[in-house]
């Protein structure tokens, strides 16, 4: 396997954003501190992490996925990574060199370099979840790719043939019914297309929605009578996009709007209803309650990826707050409910699409040092408009705070948070374990990785089987 160097060419090739180059299997964990003995299962997270140097300008959306599985039993840890060997990336090895371009540098292979894995690599290395017994790992822009619990590619997965093109790396599991509920957008016609697979991991339902122009929506939200889009101005240019411009640009001219739709829907019955012009990567969660749907996002003024010659501004990230849309009126408010730049948003999966009083996010609380570099877990109280901050200080960079529930517990924060936390001084990563109920009071745990880990995105917690 090929040594990616920290190139010119791009910021997200060194320091938390710089790959590794192998695969490790280490059965025992050094911990600081005690793992809780009611934490049983595996912390699976995704991200990118590029195999091969990079042919041209390099993104960190780019990257090949990586996961990064944690597994912890009685007090114990253990650690295991492990590429997502897609049809692109196998060509590659097999020319033992990059052979696709990426999002700022458009460079779409033919069947005489590539054979039959076709023209975009699919690097399914945004999120990873677990549905109907499967494990899915997720990129926007493309399928599912299905991985076993010891991490390794499977392959495709399409539901059967009835998925019709992307899926969003941001489904939502119905925590009653056990519906898996996701979306896919496209730069092409139908530009945004709505799905239902149930809890036996048969998608049974497609809804085609049309929207003025082709859109990045990178997230979506649910409740338990309504399923809500944010329809905002970041517009694909493919045209331009394969003349060497930029794939993507803001036109806030367009406008933005919330579009809500019953569960059981169709096109017609979208109430949309316009919003200012801004973006949300990553909503927390969102109920409805009686003619009103709240949602709770980190919202961005605008959006900008870093696709020219730098990574995204230090400001480009949000602000916790909460839309409220009237659905008699077809009008949404913007509540903004913290001031500190923050996202990677989670909850207990439990409350999903269920009223909830707390949130947990990635924040910054000193001096920005780059793109999704987070200093803190913050946990939300917001019934009583209340915060609790565990930061880690300066030089370390936090991941997303995914939520891991007591299996014992009764109230909706009794549980832990588990997330990456890299030390930039000594260029080492511990996975922390916070006690939900007391971010403030630090980590309860501190388990060693046996290497730095790159930085990722999403994950989640699968518990043991019982």
């Known amino acids: 396997m090929a040594q990616v160097s920290n190139t010119r060419r791009s910021p997200f090739l060194a320091g938390v954003y710089a790959p590794v180059d192998d695969e490790l299997e280490v059965a025992e964990l050094a911990v600081t501190g005690e793992i809780p003995g009611a934490l049983r299962g595996t912390f699976v997270r995704n991200g990118p992490n590029p195999m091969f140097e990079p042919k041209g300008r390099y993104h960190i959306f780019d990257g090949d996925g990586m996961l990064h599985a944690v597994s912890l039993d009685e007090g114990r840890a253990s650690y295991r990574n492990r590429w997502i060997r897609s049809a692109g990336l196998m060509a590659e090895i097999g020319a033992r060199r990059a052979l696709y371009g990426g999002m700022a540098d458009a460079d779409f292979p033919g069947p005489d370099v590539v054979g039959d894995a076709g023209p975009m690599k699919n690097v399914a290395n945004t999120h990873v979840i677990r549905h109907a017994g499967r494990i899915l790992a997720l990129w926007e822009a493309g399928p599912p790719t299905e991985v076993n619990p010891e991490l390794a590619t499977v392959g495709p997965f399409d539901f059967g043939g009835r998925l019709l093109g ?51 929506m990178h997230d979506f939200v649910v409740t338990a009578e309504h ?79 870093g696709l020219g010659d730098g990574p995204p501004p230090e400001g480009a990230n949000g602000r916790l707050g909460r839309f409220t849309v009237d659905l008699g009126s077809g009008t949404a408010s913007w509540e903004q409910l913290d001031d500190l730049p ?87 990563s511990d996975v922390v374990v916070l006690d939900a109920r007391d971010v403030a009071g630090g980590p309860v745990a501190r388990i060693h990785m046996p290497r730095r880990v790159p930085f990722g995105f999403h994950g989640s917690w699968f518990p043991a089987e019982p």
Do not use: Q
């Open 166 to 216: 992307a899926m969003t790396a941001h489904p939502k599991i119905d925590p009653d019914s056990g519906e898996l509920l996701f979306f896919g957008y496209s730069a092409l016609p139908p530009f945004l297309r709505y799905y239902v697979v149930d809890a036996a991991g048969e998608l049974t339902r497609h809804v085609d929605l049309e929207l003025p122009a082709p859109v990045m």
């Open 227 to 305: 399923v809500v889009f944010l329809d905002a101005p970041a517009v694909f240019d493919l045209e331009g996009f394969a003349a060497g411009g930029e794939m993507l640009s803001w036109r806030p001219e367009l406008g933005a709007r919330l579009g809500v739709m019953p569960r059981d829907g169709d096109a017609r019955d979208v109430v949309w209803c316009e919003v200012d012009p801004c973006y949300v990567f990553h909503f927390l969660n969102a109920w409805t309650e009686g003619s009103h749907v709240h949602v709770d996002a980190c919202r961005m003024e605008d959006m900008d990826i």
């Open 342 to 428: 923050s996202d990677f948003p989670r909850i207990d999966d439990r409350r999903a699409g269920r009223r909830h009083r707390y949130g947990y996010v990635g924040a910054i609380t000193g001096p920005s040092t780059g793109f999704g570099a987070f200093d803190a877990v913050v946990r939300h109280d917001l019934e009583r408009g209340e915060r609790a901050v565990c930061s880690f200080g300066a030089g370390h960079v936090v991941g997303e705070p995914v939520f891991a529930p007591d299996p014992g517990g009764t109230a909706e924060d009794d549980g832990w948070l588990v997330s990456f936390v890299y030390d930039a001084e000594h260029d080492t």
